[in-house]
């Protein structure tokens, strides 16, 4: 009865994300502004004071009501049990708060650290002091968090912007896919890798991490387990990457310009490329954010590529009986949470009134945010370093490193050129 019950509900995840994401904005602009809560506080009498006074805690709780039925609804959309995502829901949450709340520290405020850093951080320290049960892993869904934050990002970034970085945003995807990927499979190949392991990491590297892996396993139909282990690589990898790379960019005097298209064509997650933008600024925030989209529409043309070598070339047997691809499998690919960006970029820029803008702008920010400090949090809880460490998994490990590693100085090379 269950398995008939979920099936009526057959929306993939990036449609998902369009349409609360515009749900969201919707409900903003004709009902309901969601109130947004202060977290700023200088003492530990304004935090009991402000913080956690009366208006700010009924602030708090009218946000979480609107986000959990939310995230909820995008758990039935997507076919997911609702009753153990009610159970994670408000850890997750709760574990956001207190990033937020730390983050509106005075002191914390001057050294600029974003609540994504310090969400992950926490999320990290549960997710490996503590041994999370599987159900509880399973109910993190981070993927759908960042692309519903992603799809309301659209509403404070002009779309002249999106013309002007998405073009050479696209000219440097193609130029760093290319030269990434084909330098990723020759060193998994030194190392003696597989071809499914070669390809996925290949992919991860090159394209767009978690969704380049998931979709290149899918081409080729790899081993789940294989998948999974690139997965763990690029989650755990693109930690120190988006810490260090803007604290590297700020050493040196890069341009927001140069570093938003040095993080968005190297770091593999796009929730970790608009964490480290919001690190850097608002224009590294914009460029890092567009120019990882002109990355992520690649993959369904990557991965149309790679069905077609992998069928026409004999590789594997369980391709031998499957269909041959065609163009479709560049739409199915295709990342659709980018429509909902661009669309809300549209809307905003061209339809509505500044004053309606500026009506709704405090609140469409408040709760992006915290779409992206929930992503986080689940990054953190959903990541073990020990994965990394097994006796038998050195290799692509090392593979990955030093392919990630290529990945970073190409891209900066580029981004100089075309941004610089």
Known sequence: ??????????????????????????????????????????????????????????????????????????????????????????????????????????????????????????????????????????????????KIGLVLLGTRIIFSDILESGSLGLIQASIVVLVVWYFAWWVCKKFKLDDEMSMMISSAVSICGVSAAIATAGAIKGDTRKLSYVISLVLIIAIPMMIFMPMIANHFNFSEEVTGAWLGGSIDTTGAVVASGTLVGETALKVSTIVKFSQNVMLGIAAFAISIYWTYTGKGEKMSNV?????????ERFPKFVLGFVLASLVFSFLL????????????????????????????????????????????????VIAQAFNVVVTLVVAWVLFG
């Open 323 to 331: 269909e041959k691809p065609s163009l479709r499998v560049i739409w």
């Open 1 to 146: 009865m269950e398995k008939s019950r979920r099936s009526l509900y057959p929306v993939h995840e990036d449609w998902a994300s369009v349409i609360l994401g515009f749900l969201i904005i919707v409900l903003s602009l004709i009902w309901f502004v969601v109130p947004a809560p202060n977290f700023k506080w200088e003492s530990w009498q304004q935090l009991g004071g402000h913080v956690f006074g009366r208006e700010n805690l009924g602030a708090m709780l009218v946000q979480f009501l609107f986000i959990g039925v939310m995230a909820a609804a995008g758990i039935l959309m997507t076919g997911k049990s609702i009753r153990p995502f009610l159970g994670v829901f408000p850890v997750v949450y709760a574990v956001a708060l207190c990033a937020l709340i730390i983050e509106g520290n005075g002191t914390v405020r001057d050294l600029n650290l974003e609540a994504v850093i310090f969400s992950l951080s926490i999320g990290l320290l549960i997710g490996n002091l503590f041994k999370l049960p599987e159900w509880f892993r399973s109910m993190l869904t981070t993927e759908l968090f960042v």
């Open 353 to 400: 009134s500044p004053a309606t803008i500026s009506a709704v702008s405090g609140s469409l920010k408040t709760i992006q945010t915290m779409w992206f400090v929930l992503a986080f949090t689940s990054i953190g809880l959903e990541t073990r370093f020990a994965d990394l460490f097994l006796n038998n998994s050195r290799k692509p490990l090392y593979a990955f």
